[in-house]
């Protein structure tokens, strides 16, 4: 079992930056690929972005490259969301997810967190 909380949610403007934490704890981290994924209201769960087990391949939706930069660090069992230059289409709540292989399928993951709102007003 791997259990899984994000932290670093809120609400913010147009143009700002967060950056979501995800805690892992359990089974060695080290040894799963952590996915980044988001789901606003009325919307199906969609990819974000995903990083390989040692951190050297990353993936991300076309909707977030070049804004948000996924990272980790196994020796902290914690995998990051840097989100720069926010809008509000990026408004939702943002789940992690740890699974065996760099996915961008929800399926893809057994493990995930309980989420983080994060909300991007105009």
């Known amino acids: 079992q791997v259990q899984l909380v994000e932290s670093g949610g809120g609400l913010v403007q147009a143009g700002d930056s967060l950056r979501l934490s995800c805690a892992a704890s359990?089974?060695?981290?080290?040894?799963?690929?952590m996915g980044w994924f988001r789901q606003a209201p009325g919307k199906e769960r969609e990819f974000v972005s995903t990083?390989?087990?040692?951190?050297?391949?990353?993936y991300y939706a076309d909707s977030v490259k070049g804004r948000f930069t996924i990272s980790r660090d196994n020796s902290k069992n914690t995998v990051y969301l840097q989100m720069n230059s926010l809008k509000p289409e990026d408004t939702a709540v943002y789940y992690c997810?740890?699974?065996?292989?760099?996915?961008?399928?929800?399926?893809?993951?057994?493990?995930w967190g309980q989420g983080t709102q994060v909300t991007v007003s105009s």
């Open positions: 359990g089974r060695t981290f080290s040894a799963y690929a």
């Open positions: 997810a740890a699974g065996p292989y760099s996915d961008r399928r929800s399926l893809g993951y057994s493990y």
């Open positions: 990083i390989s087990q040692d951190g050297g391949r990353t």
